[in-house]
């Protein structure tokens, strides 16, 4: 394991999207996210199936990093339980990996 993480978020809008980037990035709690659009999300809600058209937002960060920007994230996002989904890269390029750990060390 590498101690950074890819974080997944669905979002409403590109605005929405935007701002969570943004905010996330100025605060040095990510040092790249990816806006994704066309998403197509289906899910239960409240007892019943739901559809939304969402953008997935990509977010890389470190492990020691994730509550605050679970916080940060919940903070922005207009949804009351937002997906925000941590999974560990295991393996990266030594390059991109350090350049994630260096910029992240600037917080």
């Given at each position: 394991?590498?101690?950074?993480?890819?974080?997944?978020?669905?979002a409403?809008?590109?605005?929405?999207?935007?701002?969570?980037?943004?905010?996330?990035?100025?605060?040095?709690?990510?040092?790249?996210?990816?806006?994704?659009?066309?998403?197509?999300?289906?899910?239960?809600?409240?007892?019943?199936?739901?559809?939304?058209?969402?953008?997935?937002?990509?977010?890389?960060?470190?492990?020691?990093?994730?509550?605050?920007?679970?916080?940060e994230?919940k903070?922005?996002?207009?949804?009351?339980?937002?997906?925000?989904?941590?999974?560990?890269?295991?393996?990266?390029?030594?390059?991109?990996?350090?350049?994630?750990?260096?910029?992240?060390?600037?917080?």
């Open positions: 394991m590498t101690g950074f993480l890819v974080v997944l978020v669905t409403t809008s590109k605005a929405e999207a935007q701002k969570i980037s943004k905010a996330l990035l100025k605060k040095r709690l990510a040092v790249c996210v990816n806006i994704l659009p066309g998403v197509t999300s289906f899910f239960i809600w409240k007892g019943k199936i739901e559809k939304a058209n969402e953008l997935l937002l990509v977010i890389k960060t470190q492990k020691k990093l994730f509550k605050e920007l679970e916080k994230i903070t922005n996002h207009s949804y009351s339980v937002p997906e925000v989904i941590a999974l560990s890269i295991a393996e990266g390029s030594k390059d991109y990996l350090g350049w994630l750990g260096s910029e992240l060390s600037k917080k």
